[in-house]
């Protein structure tokens, strides 16, 4: 390489660096803070979402609501220079407020696999200007990964999402828990179903699951397993009968990110115990 390409490549390291430096980004993924934050970029977020809960430190970013329910004012108030979200979480007339505003708006698409999440971090780390790290992250993600056994479990687990007893729903096709039920080895106690439904005893005991599943916040607002076996139904099946309801972090267990590997080593382990 000659002198004066070593100083060109040289002066655009720094001006990278500097431009990193002054980014202001606002995250509307729990999944997109936590990959962010692991591209050395924690620094430079402003606001995240209600559901970045991990690492804990993004945790005292200021709030912006969830991402479904945002207000352009409350974001364009931490003056951001880079909007980060998921296209189905993002009401498009919120992108089409920032993109007025001048705000760069960048929506990643995150799908619910081992695959989506390594594009999803690659594609972040593009984005960023991050990639040899993001390359790091990935060869780390699927070496942790690759230790972890993916055997059929021979159990029916039903995910329940839960904010107290008189909201819960069930999960069907194309959801982040029924997905990670399924890679985790088990089976999908409402596998006929799409999305999310409304719980409902008759359903419930027609599922008949062998593990019943909750956030651990969920769990709590339901009173335990106690008061889940209160609820109408549970009784009756076989994870009432042998009292198997468990629960796990909502990040580790349905966010599809770094610690899918850990999630999933979690989740085989509680269902199997």
């Known amino acids: 390489m000659k002198?004066?390409?070593?100083i060109f490549f040289a002066l655009s390291l720094i001006a990278a660096n500097i431009a990193r430096a002054q980014q202001r980004i606002v995250s509307l993924?729990?999944?997109v803070s936590e990959m962010l934050c692991a591209l050395g970029l924690e620094q430079q977020i402003v606001g995240v979402d209600v559901t970045s809960?991990?690492?804990a430190s993004i945790q005292q970013k200021p709030k912006v609501g969830h991402n479904r329910n945002i207000s352009a004012e409350g974001v364009l108030s931490l003056r951001p220079t880079l909007v980060i979200g998921i296209p189905e979480e993002i009401k498009p007339e919120l992108v089409e407020q920032l993109k007025?505003?001048?705000?760069t708006v960048q929506l990643v698409k995150q799908t619910y696999s081992p695959e989506g999440t390594r594009q999803l971090l690659l594609e972040l780390a593009g984005l960023t200007s991050t990639m040899e790290k993001g390359k790091q992250l990935l060869a780390d993600f699927n070496k942790r990964l690759a230790t972890i056994p993916l055997t059929?479990?021979?159990k029916r687990v039903l995910f329940v999402y839960a904010r107290g007893t008189g909201s819960m729903t069930v999960c069907g096709k194309g959801t982040s828990p029924a997905a990670m039920i399924e890679l985790s080895g088990?089976?999908?106690a409402m596998a006929e179903l799409n999305e999310f439904k409304p719980l409902s005893a008759e359903s419930l005991v027609a599922s008949n699951p062998d593990v019943i599943l909750l956030f651990d916040s969920?769990?709590?607002s339901v009173g335990g397993i106690e008061g889940m076996l209160k609820v109408p139904g549970v009784s009756m099946t076989n994870a009432g009968k042998n009292r198997k309801i468990i629960s796990m972090n909502g990040h580790l267990f349905a966010g599809f990110g770094l610690q899918l590997p850990e999630g999933l080593?979690?989740?085989r382990k509680k269902i199997s115990g």
């Open 152 to 154: 059929h479990l021979d």
């Open 100 to 103: 007025a505003a001048k705000v």
């Open 53 to 55: 809960t991990y690492p």
């Open 3 to 6: 002198p004066f390409q070593i």
């Open 29 to 31: 993924n729990g999944t």
């Open 218 to 220: 969920g769990l709590q």
């Open 186 to 188: 088990a089976t999908n």
């Open 265 to 267: 080593q979690e989740l």
